[in-house]
């Protein structure tokens, strides 16, 4: 899996004129070597694939990195332990990530590497093998959101008024742990009333009263991949303008995953869902992007946007969520996980989403 992975970037690293990439992104050293700790540097020459750790993660990178040459450094910075390595390497122009390498790393980098040896800027050469995902990772996936979506279904008939934000949040976060995840892939948003409003409410002591919408959005990290899923759902009996505007976002949804197929531009799917949100005229009460690439990273990538200009392929799994938010009377917003197959997209979150009033 990752010699085919590493293939794959080294013809990266041709077409960009490099001879060898500094890996400074956690996530990417995870997806090119299996290493899982916190702090590392890896080093893609055409030859091999070299890790560099500190004691507290020596034995482990030797038993999680097959196929890397384990470096051990103690008493020094990563970046000094990475440069002496370049230095003694037949490296001529090593790439950079320069979306993970802060100005003081890559000063001390230039500092203390040859004179002789070129350093390159490069972006997203391995985010870009991460956009496709293979079998396995697909796999990884959906157990993940198999994972929310039984949670979903467990703690739905325990939600009522009286409880707060934080209790909502608290019993998802128990629940998903309980069935199998190994942690929460962010931090859960249950956000009610007016506080639905806000996109990325943190849950607050807020008691949920009848009359008000409650939006839950939360997921689950499994063997290191994630799931992010929000339903809506109405405590007490909903309002004609309650139920209106669950249905435009709905109805927006199931527009947008309909529209996905290979071939297609990020933007297109998202203009699908803005465009029909706006017509029932409610555009200016959804503001943030469509949906976004999931993966080892909850945001793994870019998605559906107004701006994304990403073709869509088969193996590509995102998210799609459409809201409306009106400040202070509550917002609404519907989200799944989609796999990009050959002829469309695969829902991979089955929560039931017809209004569910409590
Ligand atoms: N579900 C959280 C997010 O997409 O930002
Ligand atoms: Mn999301």
């Given at each position: 899996m990752h010699i085919n992975r590493l293939s794959k970037l080294r013809q990266k690293m041709d077409e960009r004129h490099i001879d060898a990439l500094l890996v400074t992104c956690i996530q990417n050293i995870f997806y090119l070597s299996g290493f899982t700790g916190s702090t590392a540097a890896l080093i893609v020459t055409d030859k091999d694939c070299r890790i560099l750790v500190d004691p507290r993660y020596t034995v482990q990178a030797r038993y999680e990195c097959q196929d890397v040459v384990v470096h051990e450094y103690a008493g020094k910075s990563t970046i000094a332990a990475v440069a002496e390595l370049v230095n003694e390497l037949d490296i001529k122009k090593l790439g950079y990530e320069a979306n993970h390498l802060t100005i003081s790393s890559f000063r001390e980098l230039r500092k203390n590497v040859r004179a002789e040896i070129k350093l390159r800027l490069t972006r997203d050469i391995v985010e870009g093998l991460r956009r496709v995902k293979d079998e396995r990772e697909i796999e990884l996936i959906r157990r993940a959101a198999a994972i929310a979506d039984q949670a979903y279904k467990s703690i739905i008939g325990e939600i009522?008024?009286?409880?707060?934000e934080k209790d909502v949040a608290l019993a998802i976060d128990f629940t998903l742990r309980k069935l199998g995840?190994?942690?929460?892939?962010?931090e859960t948003i249950a956000a009610a009333g007016p506080n639905s409003a806000c996109p990325h409410a943190s849950p607050t002591n807020a008691v949920l009263k009848p009359g008000q919408f409650l939006k839950m959005d939360f997921g689950a990290k499994y063997m290191h991949y994630n799931s992010d899923i929000t339903r809506t759902i109405c405590l007490g009996k909903a309002s004609a303008k309650q139920r209106k505007v669950y249905q435009i976002v709905l109805d927006a949804q199931l527009k947008a995953i309909e529209a996905i197929a290979p071939g297609k531009i990020g933007k297109e799917i998202d203009a699908v869902a803005r465009d029909y949100i706006a017509s029932m005229g409610y555009g200016k009460n959804f503001g943030h992007g469509l949906g976004h690439a999931i993966g080892?990273?909850?945001?793994d990538g870019p998605g559906f946007s107004t701006t994304s200009d990403i073709v869509l392929k088969p193996g590509m799994v995102l998210t799609v969520e459409p809201g409306i938010y009106i400040e202070g009377w509550g917002g609404v917003r519907i989200e799944d996980d989609v796999v990009v197959t050959e002829t469309g997209a695969e829902v991979?979150?089955?929560?039931?989403?017809?209004l569910v009033c409590v």
């Open positions: 009522k008024p009286g409880m707060s995840a190994d942690k929460e892939a962010f080892i990273d909850v945001h991979i979150t089955t929560s039931p989403k017809q």
